[in-house]
């Protein structure tokens, strides 16, 4: 039983190049950006936002890879889970903040400042 | 000669100055002081008339009399101010200075008793000297300065009794009649100023016949100082406010309506002959005719004595403009001077009338006064065959012949319809004497406290009664010396026609003047009331038509005066609502959000959006609306934004 | 010339409303109005110290010149510089500033609310408008504008009636939006040309015309730049569309802010338009004429007729300034040496004749505190000398002979009409309308029989001295101005010729050429 | 003058954080008085540091360990945003009075300043991305600090959320332009941008993003949502430093980046000004965005704060128009307009610390942030009333306020290109911002005294304060012609890398 996917040609699935990890980076980061709008909870949000950095993260590697410039990309990159790192934390303990004054988190209910 | 003009003008001026501010203090509350003011005036207005005569005349042109001086400069074009006497200057000044003394002297019994006594005499002054102004001036607008000048003072006369609301309305509808006259002098003023850049009358008069004013202008400008006439001479469209203005006191009547101000538009006319084409001298003429006809027509009907004069004055000016569209300048003039002497004889003869009736005005409540009013009967009786034009004896006969005669010459079919007015005059006035004088008293109340008047009121009615009847002859053939010059200058422009005397004219106007009197003897002395009512009957319709004054009235309020109020508040309101309202948003929200109500949202949100205001504060709504503190809203629209610019720039 | 005198009137209003805050506070009532009122009467004095200065200086000076200049660097990086300087046309206004300012210091006699912040502010608004008419800079020209405008604001929303801060808050809009355009003139003007001084301008303007070479299309630049400039001009004059903020301003503003409001600062509109938009922009000034023309006309019959529905008396009052200063704008489009002369007449004499109505307002105000014409009546008779000055005041605004009004008036349409013969037709439709309405108002409050409250003399006594020495000068000007014309007109006759001459002329042959 | 020196600043105010936290540890619990002074003295030394530089002959600006260039410009920043600080500070002392704020307040302060300074002298992605991030996350946890306060957590995580989201797309953009340029360094991006990498489809897309970011920092549309909900909710003080501060360091950043993708090479090339729109050029792109960018903010930060009744989301919104006027000037990237921006910068200082400051003493006395606390204050406190008036009329840009020059020299650089409209809509938005600035005045003094009002009382140590902001903006048009010709002399060396 052939199934379609072997017809496909051979040559595109022997040699991984960079548009491959950029459409994949562009996937990651069209996640990110749905995960965003989607999620009511506050946590949720922070899942796509690393989503979104990560995505960041796995162009920078990539063009490193294929790209002349060498080991930039890479440093660029951990430096950008770092501060990822951080921002998340932060963002946690705001949210605990509000979580402590509202018992909940979610997001559509925090409209107190408006107009 | 300079300084007696100056005389003449300050001396009542200074009389109003000293009037207005010490009046109610002097004794006698200052009338001896405006009566001396007018007085010296007079003295010298005689003098001047006797120098005029004796051919001395003051040109203001020449520099050597000085009469002239700068007034205002526009880069190289001077307007000036002068004085200018000639015959026809020096006759207007002996009849207005000789008819307001005696109206001075007149007023001081008649007004006896008036709360604001002294007031009425400084208007008086101050009357007196606005005329003055406007007949001695030498240039157009001087004149009109002075024409203003007493529209304003007879507004303040004619509403004298200011506290009740009848001589108010009469005043401010006589000042704003007059006004839409005055229009058309500005438009004339206009037209001449932008051709010969001077108002000074010689350069006007020198331009008209030197082709320096094109005949569409001339035309035009000279029709728009016969509108300014008619205004204030009280002719067809504009006559509505004559007889309202009898509700002022009589001698004010006396000195405004009959002999003075109301003359100042035949002066006018006369004075910038000249500048008349053809054309607009027809205009005059015809208008002249209709309103000598129609004015008699209503005075027919009237059963107030001093509306009956009213409209008698009128009706004679129409016939002076008759005369003056024939191109019978000289007669028209010669009408104006016998005209001011028995139409103010008879206006003083009504005042002493109303006086002895204790302010009765009503004709039908006197008769038969004759007898208790013997000197102001026979001075009244005078006076009407002056004005019914009684052949030889009368001034009106001479002056009114002429005119007649100018009419036959130039126009025969307006010739036709003075005669029938000179028919109607002599018939309306022989029913006004009728009705006072003669007959049986109709109101025994009035005729008991009929009582002849004192003599300060008697003595101008005799003065005037002399003139009325001594102006007719050539005293001094004053008519060569001063008429005949002045019209010489006028024919130089070559618009006045030579005008012989025929005599199937003459005659004609005889038997006119004898059948109006005959037919009002008839009719109004010996016929019984009931049989006198039958003949009425007929003309029913017509005398209420006639009563009513053909409707004018009420026509100008429905055509003028109603949409000029209802578009005035139209503007109003738009004004309020519409070019406001472009940018009351803002101004309207500030003072609600001002206010601090708390409906600030209501207000806004559904309120009625108005202009560019509104459409900014609904911007800011707007605006406000998108902050919906919802977190999850504000990063779509962030990425709906990068989406959107994406896709434009893959378009571009 | 060194001398600084007109620093020296700039300063003296500027000194004088510090010095009021200075003043102690329990006696803050009475002081600082003495304060006031002896810093005004310093002001005038030295104005006219200044027309005589000007006066010497006239002989010497060639034609577009300015007398009694003072010229100092101030801001080196943007070539603005401390430039004040007086022609016939400013030294005619800031006479009448100066005067009109005595009647409004007087006027403010009694006020109570916070007097010291009244005074203060009503002296800094004399020292903005007396600066606007010597700023020969355009940068220290806006600066003064909107000096201006400031105590203003304040003063109309503080002291003012029940709406003021609707009015307040409408004639600051108003004119900000306005003076925001004439910015964008002036910054374009220096950035094309480096240069902020008045003289400097008109030269070019005259000579090749403004941006000429520097930008493409330097026509269409030139006319929009008009535009901006007339448009700010134009919401001060108030032209018609524009007007609307004159009537609620008015019928806010306490009666000496009124006076001067209507007095002067409605004139900075008609001096803008002498001084900068028509010399700056002669070409302009010509082609748009005729779209003046008809806003000017519009002004005065659409005034008139609104001022004839008014119960408001000072609303009615308010309108009929915007119909007077139609002329103005009629008289100066016209380009006419005597078209020209009425329209800054008509300015002198709507100076004077219009704070005096405001004034008479003001006094019943006072006593009746409400202002509606139908439930007057018959005033004459309760206060005659107030009567007498009423009627006065009226017929001098109608336009009466022998009165300022109607000089203006004549002189206005004599000139109009010698370019626009059948537009100006229209405006003598104004005439009658005037006479209309104002002999009703006259009629329905001060004639006929009076109502049983305005009788007894203890809530309506008759006009006050202090209120007498406010009328009485203003009613001398105007009858003053109107026997004796050449007076006034001498003093600005020569240099506003000299100014019109060069705008026709170049306006003219650039018309032609294109 | 090697490397350390052009560092001097970052390094003091690191040292300063250290001696803080050291403090405020070793202070047992207690919140000793010497905390204020260390940041204090931090902040002091890095702007004494900067000022020396600038007066001084300016040593050689190069890049510092191929990350920073401590050029005028980036000491301009430094010392702008150390002031900022410094009255921050000095706002939340004086402000709050009785609860005095702990350690972790000035150590969270002073990082931000070394992070806006680094933002300034920024010439490599990395260095940009982490400078971009600290003042980020400084602010997030700034907005939150009053732990009890629902609406300060409310706004702190919408801040933090909006923040991230944004920085997130700012790094995916920033990551394509790694690949575009080949290199983390914005030079090597300048290069490629020269050989035509802008010609490439990506390369709009990932300028966009990183807009993205930097709209967010300077509250430009469309993300600017975050603004007056976080202005509202956070401490006046903080609210002020946000609004001054992180904005003026965004404003650095952006044009660091704008500077490589080949504005100035655009310029320089003399094919007129960077703003002929949509020319097909990477220019012209990067140009139309901007342009768009400023006239949307400037509107819509005018018409919202028409209809605000609280001050400080008025305050919020006025601070969003004049980020739409500042993005004016970089739009049109002339000499003049980038001068004009920094003396504007300058006039925006001290206004907005004035008006934050100003306003925090008002709402704090009258209990509540809307515009009815200002009821009759004119009359109550007639000194406070008279410098607020004057800040609200110098933002408005009436003369002879500090405002009205920013405005009048950024609109002449503007009107100089030749974008006449562009001028008059800026110039009829600030027509239009007459109506709001003027509704405090209309409650201080228009609507009469309120007698039932609680008296406001001013600490000296505010009065002193407001005083010294709000001198500048009253006095400054005297002396207003050496800081313009100054702020000539402090362009950013642009052509990174010559």
């Known amino acids: 039983m052939t199934s379609p996917v072997l017809h496909l040609p051979l040559a595109f699935l022997q040699t991984i190049g960079l548009a491959h990890f950029l459409v994949v980076g562009a996937v990651l980061f069209c996640a990110g950006i749905t995960t965003v709008l989607a999620r009511r909870n506050a946590v949720g949000i922070l899942i796509g936002l690393e989503l979104i950095l990560n995505a960041a993260n796995l162009n920078l590697v990539a063009f490193e890879r294929f790209g002349p410039a060498p080991l930039r990309g890479t440093v660029f990159a951990i430096f950008v889970l770092a501060v990822a790192a951080a921002e998340a934390a932060i963002a946690l303990a705001i949210v605990l903040n509000v979580f402590d004054s509202r018992d909940e988190i979610d997001v559509d209910e925090t409209t107190a400042l408006k107009g | 000669m300079l300084n007696l003009a100056l005389v003449i003008v300050l001396a009542p001026f200074v009389g109003f100055l000293l009037q207005s501010a010490f009046g109610r203090r002097l004794p006698r509350q200052g009338d001896w002081l405006t009566i001396l003011g007018i007085g010296a005036s007079f003295a010298a207005a005689v003098i001047v008339f006797g120098r005029v005569l004796g051919g001395e005349v003051l040109d203001a042109a020449d520099p050597a009399a000085n009469a002239r001086w700068e007034w205002m400069r526009f880069g190289e074009v001077v307007w000036n101010v002068g004085i200018k006497i000639d015959g026809l200057t020096a006759v207007m000044l002996f009849v207005v200075t000789l008819v307001a003394f005696l109206v001075h002297v007149f007023s001081s019994a008649y007004m006896h008793g008036d709360p604001k006594y002294w007031k009425f005499f400084a208007w008086l002054q101050m009357f007196s000297t606005s005329m003055l102004i406007l007949v001695l001036a030498d240039n157009l607008l001087v004149l009109f300065i002075g024409w203003e000048l007493v529209g304003l003072c007879s507004y303040k006369l004619i509403g004298f009794w200011s506290e009740r609301q009848d001589p108010c309305n009469a005043a401010r509808k006589a000042f704003i009649t007059t006004r839409i006259g005055d229009l058309g002098m500005v438009v004339a003023l206009m037209l001449i100023y932008s051709q010969t850049k001077s108002f000074a009358f010689e350069d006007m008069f020198r331009a008209a016949s030197t082709g320096g004013l094109d005949q569409q202008v001339r035309t035009w400008a000279s029709l728009g100082l016969f509108m300014a006439a008619m205004g204030k001479s009280a002719q067809f469209p504009l006559h509505v406010w004559l007889p309202d203005a009898m509700e002022g006191p009589t001698p004010v009547s006396a000195l405004i309506h009959a002999a003075t101000m109301v003359a100042a538009g035949v002066y006018l006319v006369g004075r910038t002959f000249p500048l008349f084409t053809d054309a607009s001298l027809l205009v005059v003429a015809s208008v002249g005719a209709v309103t000598a006809v129609m004015a008699g027509l209503i005075a027919l009907a009237q059963n107030d004595i001093k509306k009956v004069l009213a409209y008698s004055t009128v009706s004679q000016l129409g016939f002076m403009f008759l005369g003056l569209g024939c191109k019978a300048w000289h007669a028209a003039l010669f009408h104006l001077t016998t005209h001011a002497f028995f139409k103010a004889l008879m206006f003083l003869g009504s005042g002493s009338v109303i006086h002895a009736c204790h302010h009765e005005q009503d004709m039908r409540k006197m008769g038969g006064l004759w007898r208790k009013l013997p000197i102001t009967g026979t001075t009244f009786f005078i006076g009407v065959l002056a004005i019914a034009g009684f052949p030889f004896v009368t001034s009106g006969f001479f002056s009114k012949d002429a005119i007649l005669a100018g009419a036959w010459h130039a126009h025969p079919a307006l010739f036709w319809i003075g005669l029938g007015a000179a028919v109607l005059t002599a018939f309306y006035m022989f029913r006004l004497f009728a009705m006072t004088f003669l007959g049986k008293p109709k109101d025994e109340h009035v005729f008991e406290h009929a009582h002849e008047s004192p003599f300060a009121m008697t003595l101008p009615l005799l003065v005037l009664c002399a003139l009325s009847v001594a102006a007719g002859w050539d005293l001094f053939h004053w008519h060569s010396k001063l008429l005949d010059p002045v019209a010489a200058g006028a024919t130089a422009a070559g618009s006045i026609g030579h005008h012989e005397h025929s005599q199937f004219v003459m005659y004609l106007a005889i038997t006119a003047g004898c059948v109006g009197l005959g037919a009002g003897l008839i009719v109004f002395r010996a016929m019984a009331p009931e049989r006198l009512a039958a003949l009425k009957r007929p003309f029913g319709g017509l005398e209420r038509a006639f009563a009513r004054k053909f409707g004018f009235d009420e026509l100008y309020r429905e055509v003028i005066l109603r949409p000029a109020y209802v578009l005035a508040n139209v503007l109003a309101w738009t004004d309020r609502e519409g070019v406001d309202g472009a940018v009351n948003g803002i101004g309207r929200t500030a003072a609600s959000a001002a206010r601090g109500s708390g409906t600030i949202d209501r207000v806004v949100v559904d309120g009625a959006v108005r202009g560019t205001g509104a459409v900014i504060l609904a911007g800011g709504d707007g605006v406000a609306r998108t902050q919906s503190g919802r977190i999850r809203t504000y990063v779509a629209f962030g990425i709906a934004a990068v989406a959107l610019i994406l896709i434009l720039g893959r378009i571009f | 010339m060194g001398s600084n005198l007109l620093s020296l009137t700039f300063l003296l209003p500027l000194a004088g409303s510090v010095l009021v805050l200075l003043v102690p506070k329990e006696s803050a009532g009475r002081a600082c109005r003495w304060v006031n009122l002896l810093a005004t009467l310093a002001t005038f004095v030295a104005t006219l110290a200044v027309w005589s200065g000007w006066n010497a200086a006239k002989a010497k000076l060639l034609p577009g010149q300015y007398a009694l200049t003072e010229d100092v660097e101030w801001i080196a990086a943007f070539g603005i510089r401390y430039h004040l300087g007086v022609d016939g046309v400013s030294v005619a206004l800031l006479l009448l500033t100066s005067f009109v300012s005595i009647g409004a210091s007087m006027a403010s006699w009694n006020v109570e609310k916070s007097a010291k912040g009244y005074h203060s502010m009503f002296l800094l608004l004399l020292a903005g408008m007396v600066g606007v008419f010597m700023a020969l800079d355009l940068f220290l020209f806006y600066l003064f504008w909107e000096i201006m405008l400031l105590p203003m604001y304040f003063l109309i929303g503080i002291w003012g009636g029940p709406r003021r801060q609707y009015a307040s808050i409408k004639f600051f809009l108003y004119t900000l939006a306005g003076s925001v355009l004439m910015l964008a003139g002036i910054v374009l003007i220096w950035i094309h040309h480096r240069t902020f001084q008045i003289p400097e301008i008109v030269q070019i303007a005259q000579s090749t015309g403004l941006f000429e070479g520097k930008v493409d299309g330097a026509a269409t630049y030139r006319l929009l730049c008009f535009i901006g400039f007339f448009v700010a001009f134009a919401i001060k004059v108030p032209l018609f569309p524009f007007h609307t903020w004159l009537p609620d301003a008015h019928v806010e503003a306490p009666t000496p802010i009124s006076m001067i409001l209507a007095g002067v600062l409605l004139k900075m509109g008609g001096y803008g338009l002498i001084r900068m938009a028509y010399p700056f922009f002669p070409a302009a000034a010509v082609t748009l004429q005729y779209w003046i023309v008809g806003l000017s006309l519009a002004s005065i019959v659409y005034g008139a007729l609104v001022a004839m529905a008014q119960t408001d008396f000072k609303k009615l009052v308010a309108y009929s300034s915007v119909s007077h200063m139609g002329f103005v704008t009629l008289g100066l489009a016209s380009l006419t040496p005597e078209g020209s002369n009425g329209a800054m007449y008509m300015m002198l004499a709507h100076g004077t004749i219009s704070p005096m109505l405001f004034m008479l307002v003001g006094v019943i105000y006072e006593r009746a505190h409400h202002r509606d014409i139908d439930r007057f009546g018959g005033l004459a008779w309760a206060m005659p000398r107030y009567g007498v000055l009423a009627a006065f005041g009226i017929f001098a605004s109608l336009g009466l002979p022998g009165l300022s009004g109607f000089i203006a008036e004549i002189t206005v349409f004599l000139g109009s009409f010698d370019r626009f013969p059948r537009l100006t037709l229209i405006a003598t439709l104004g005439m009658v309308v005037t006479a209309a309405y104002y002999l009703i108002t006259l009629q329905k409050v001060y004639l006929g029989d009076t109502p049983a409250v305005y009788q007894d003399k203890a809530h309506y006594p008759d006009v006050s001295p202090r209120e007498l020495w406010i009328l009485l000068p203003l009613a001398a000007v105007t009858l003053l101005m109107g026997v004796l014309p050449g007076l006034a007109m001498e003093i600005y006759r020569v240099d506003l010729e000299g100014i019109v001459k060069g705008v026709k002329e170049v306006g003219d042959a650039i018309a032609k050429v294109k | 003058m090697t490397a350390v020196s052009a560092l001097l600043p970052t390094i003091l105010l690191t040292a300063g954080i250290l001696a803080v936290l050291l403090a405020d540890a070793v202070g047992k619990g207690r919140r000793p008085q010497v905390l204020p002074w260390i940041s204090g003295a931090a902040l002091v030394g890095t702007a004494a540091v900067a000022i020396v530089w600038l007066a001084g002959a300016r040593g050689d600006d190069r890049i510092v360990l191929g990350a920073l260039r401590m050029d005028a410009f980036a000491f301009v920043m430094t010392l702008f945003c150390a002031v900022a600080g410094l009255v921050s500070i000095l706002a939340t002392l004086v402000g709050d009075g009785n609860r005095r704020p702990g350690g972790?307040?000035?150590?969270?302060?002073?990082?931000?300043?070394?992070?806006?300074?680094?933002?300034?002298?920024?010439?490599?992605?990395?260095?940009?991305?982490?400078?971009?991030?600290?003042?980020?996350?400084?602010?997030?946890?700034?907005?939150?600090?009053?732990?009890?306060?629902?609406?300060?957590?409310?706004?702190?995580?919408?801040?933090?959320?909006?923040?991230?989201?944004?920085?997130?797309?700012?790094?995916?953009?920033?990551?394509?332009?790694?690949?575009?340029?080949?290199?983390?360094?914005?030079?090597?991006?300048?290069?490629?941008?020269?050989?035509?990498?802008?010609?490439?489809?990506?390369?709009?897309?990932?300028?966009?993003?990183?807009?993205?970011?930097?709209?967010?920092?300077?509250?430009?549309?469309?993300?600017?949502?975050?603004?007056?909900?976080?202005?509202?909710?956070?401490?006046?003080?903080?609210?002020?430093?946000?609004?001054?501060?992180?904005?003026?360091?965004?404003?650095?950043?952006?044009?660091?980046?704008?500077?490589?993708?080949?504005?100035?090479?655009?310029?320089?090339?003399?094919?007129?000004?960077?703003?002929?729109?949509?020319?097909?050029?990477?220019?012209?792109?990067?140009?139309?965005?901007?342009?768009?960018?400023?006239?949307?903010?400037?509107?819509?930060?005018?018409?919202?704060?028409?209809?605000?009744?609280?001050?400080?989301?008025?305050?919020?919104?006025?601070?969003?128009?004049?980020?739409?006027?500042?993005?004016?000037?970089?739009?049109?990237?002339?000499?003049?307009?980038?001068?004009?921006?920094?003396?504007?910068?300058?006039?925006?200082?001290?206004?907005?610390?004035?008006?934050?400051?100003?306003?925090?003493?008002?709402?704090?006395?009258?209990?509540?942030?809307?515009?009815?606390?200002?009821?009759?204050?004119?009359?109550?406190?007639?000194?406070?009333?008279?410098?607020?008036?004057?800040?609200?009329?110098?933002?408005?840009?009436?003369?002879?306020?500090?405002?009205?020059?920013?405005?009048?020299?950024?609109?002449?650089?503007?009107?100089?290109?030749?974008?006449?409209?562009?001028?008059?809509?800026?110039?009829?938005?600030?027509?239009?911002?007459?109506?709001?600035?003027?509704?405090?005045?209309?409650?201080?003094?228009?609507?009469?005294?309120?007698?039932?009002?609680?008296?406001?009382?001013?600490?000296?140590?505010?009065?002193?304060?407001?005083?010294?902001?709000?001198?500048?903006?009253?006095?400054?048009?005297?002396?207003?012609?050496?800081?313009?010709?100054?702020?000539?002399?402090?362009?950013?060396?642009?052509?990174?890398?010559?």
């Open chain 4, 104 to 498: 972790e307040f000035h150590a969270l302060v002073l990082a931000a300043v070394v992070g806006m300074s680094v933002l300034g002298a920024a010439v490599d992605m990395v260095t940009l991305y982490l400078a971009f991030e600290l003042v980020s996350i400084t602010g997030y946890v700034l907005v939150g600090m009053r732990r009890g306060d629902r609406l300060a957590n409310e706004a702190s995580l919408k801040y933090v959320l909006f923040g991230a989201v944004s920085s997130g797309l700012m790094i995916y953009g920033l990551s394509l332009l790694f690949g575009l340029a080949g290199g983390t360094s914005l030079e090597a991006l300048r290069v490629a941008v020269a050989q035509g990498a802008g010609t490439q489809p990506v390369f709009g897309a990932a300028v966009l993003l990183v807009f993205a970011g930097f709209a967010f920092k300077i509250s430009a549309v469309p993300f600017h949502f975050w603004a007056p909900d976080v202005y509202q909710g956070a401490p006046t003080a903080v609210a002020g430093f946000l609004s001054v501060a992180s904005k003026a360091a965004g404003f650095a950043g952006l044009i660091r980046v704008v500077d490589a993708l080949g504005a100035t090479a655009q310029r320089a090339a003399g094919t007129g000004t960077v703003l002929r729109w949509l020319d097909g050029s990477p220019a012209g792109v990067v140009a139309t965005v901007l342009g768009v960018c400023a006239v949307l903010t400037m509107t819509l930060g005018n018409l919202g704060a028409c209809r605000q009744n609280d001050l400080k989301r008025l305050l919020a919104y006025s601070s969003i128009a004049q980020a739409g006027y500042m993005l004016m000037a970089v739009t049109m990237w002339t000499p003049d307009a980038l001068a004009s921006l920094v003396f504007y910068l300058v006039t925006y200082l001290f206004m907005n610390l004035a008006a934050f400051l100003l306003a925090g003493i008002v709402i704090r006395s009258a209990g509540t942030s809307s515009l009815d606390g200002l009821k009759g204050l004119g009359y109550r406190n007639p000194w406070l009333a008279g410098t607020f008036t004057v800040v609200m009329l110098s933002l408005t840009g009436i003369p002879p306020m500090f405002g009205f020059l920013g405005k009048f020299v950024l609109f002449a650089s503007v009107l100089s290109e030749g974008y006449l409209w562009f001028a008059v809509i800026g110039l009829l938005n600030g027509a239009i911002s007459l109506y709001y600035y003027a509704k405090p005045l209309l409650r201080m003094y228009l609507d009469g005294p309120a007698p039932d009002a609680p008296a406001v009382r001013v600490s000296p140590g505010a009065a002193v304060l407001a005083g010294v902001l709000v001198l500048p903006v009253v006095a400054f048009f005297l002396a207003w012609s050496p800081l313009a010709t100054w702020t000539k002399s402090v362009l950013p060396t642009l052509r990174i890398g010559s």
